[in-house]
């Protein structure tokens, strides 16, 4: 939806929401006290109900226009109409249709389409575009501080493994790093001494900057609060899991025999050694992080079931096992390619799930185990990356925002 005027509606208000419940609630950024009939706002000349969802029900809710609805079955129009522009000039029009927390009758789910589709890549093999990139930073930002109504997590969960890379870096870039909400493919390709500051083993491809952040548009993409939001659904709970557990496999699989990076160069003559990086020091971080986001997954799941917000754990797992896609293995073999992001989470899987599902630190010890034999890893080594794993994973389990 371009400012100015689009096919698919704009909206300049927003609904009173519900009470606040659960230790991730945050204070609401958008507030407006509805009154006990329906409401209709016009803006470029399109109107948008709000409607009660049910005659016993005093909050209003937000109705997807027809000519929204549209986009859910046109990605490339989709991707049109929520593009915030380089310069997040149009970042109103995202909001103004996703940040809503009562949606009326399969809206919601609606809106999940339209942005699985306007984010994600045209097919296996293809790379993001700088469109599509900045299209995933506006979604993220429009649903900062949003209570996602019912059906909508799915579909944004989807965006979030499509771009499982970028979502995993957010604390490492900060706004000194970045200039804009999107990263050109020439950022992603090594320099002369190895080294790629967005990360190993990537595609020449757009890439989302979540990190950043623009006070002037009002631009904020918290993808930690956001996997916490989206942590709450078990459909987009198991999506988020797939996708991680995904990208360590891909990741092992282009370890060296060492667990190095296979594109380490060794420090120059003249470089300070003491602040030399070894063919470790990287393959280190990244599955540590990895293990970081599977173990705020289980610490939210578990938070979740205290305060109440999952009222039935047994109910939460079992819809997660239904969702769960199966286990990845690495190859047994070093691999050097490098698929786009897009690929990385929807890659085939090697079988069913074993053992306990929701225990995180089981399903990544198998992994790592398995690839660790394969490749005849030095058993030190492997110990080595083995605790880092374990210790990551801990860590998240404690620590509270």
């Known amino acids: 939806m371009r400012d100015g005027g689009s096919s698919s509606g704009e909206v300049d208000g927003t609904v009173d929401e519900p009470a606040e419940a659960g230790r991730f ?50 990605p490339g129009a989709a991707a049109r109409a929520l593009d915030p522009g380089e310069d997040l000039a149009r ?26 589709g306007a984010t994600r890549s045209t097919g296996p093999g293809r790379p993001h575009t700088m469109a599509q990139a900045r299209t995933a930073y506006a979604v993220a930002s429009a649903l900062d501080g949003i209570e996602l109504p019912a059906g909508l997590a799915p579909g944004v969960a ?17 706004d000194d790093d970045l200039s804009g909400p999107a990263l050109p493919p020439e950022e992603a390709r090594l320099d002369e001494t190895g080294w790629v500051w967005l990360g190993r083993f990537l595609a020449p491809e757009a890439h989302a900057a ?45 370890l060296t025999a060492q667990g190095g990076d296979p594109a380490h160069r060794p420090t120059r003559r003249g470089l ?85 599902l929701m225990n995180g630190r089981h399903q990544m010890f198998t992994v790592l185990d398995d690839w660790a034999k394969k490749r005849k890893v030095p058993p030190k080594r492997a110990a080595a990356m083995r605790q880092l794993l374990d210790d990551a994973y801990v860590r998240a389990l404690w620590l509270r925002f």
């Open 210 to 254: 979540f990190g950043y952040a623009d006070r002037s548009a009002d631009a904020d993409a918290d993808i930690e609060e956001l996997v916490a939001e989206l942590a709450k659904d078990p459909q987009a709970f198991a999506i988020l899991y797939d996708a991680e557990r995904a990208y360590l496999a891909y990741y092992l699989e282009r």
């Open 272 to 356: 300070d050694a003491r602040y030399a990086s070894k063919a470790t020091t990287w393959t280190d971080n990244d599955p540590e992080d990895v293990a970081d986001r599977i173990g705020d997954l289980m610490k939210f799941r578990a938070d979740y079931t205290r305060d109440g917000t999952i009222p039935g754990l047994a109910a939460f797992d079992a819809s997660v096992h239904e969702h769960i896609r199966g286990t990845f293995r690495p190859a047994p073999v070093q691999l050097n390619t490098r698929p786009p992001m897009g690929d990385i989470a929807g890659r085939p899987v090697a079988g069913p799930v074993r053992g306990d």
């Open 25 to 74: 609630q945050r204070l609401r950024k958008h507030r407006l006290l509805a009154s006990g009939v329906a409401v209709v706002v016009l803006a470029a000349g399109v109107a948008i109900p709000l409607a009660f969802a049910d005659s016993d029900d005093i909050e209003p809710c937000w109705r997807l226009p027809a000519s929204a609805r549209a986009l859910a079955d046109n």
């Open 158 to 174: 989807r965006m979030v493994a499509e771009y499982v890379v970028d979502a995993g870096r957010d604390d490492s870039l900060h």
């Open 91 to 116: 970042l109103g029009s995202a909001k103004r249709l996703l940040a809503h927390e009562k949606v009326c009758g399969d809206g919601a789910r609606v809106l999940g389409r339209i942005v699985d």
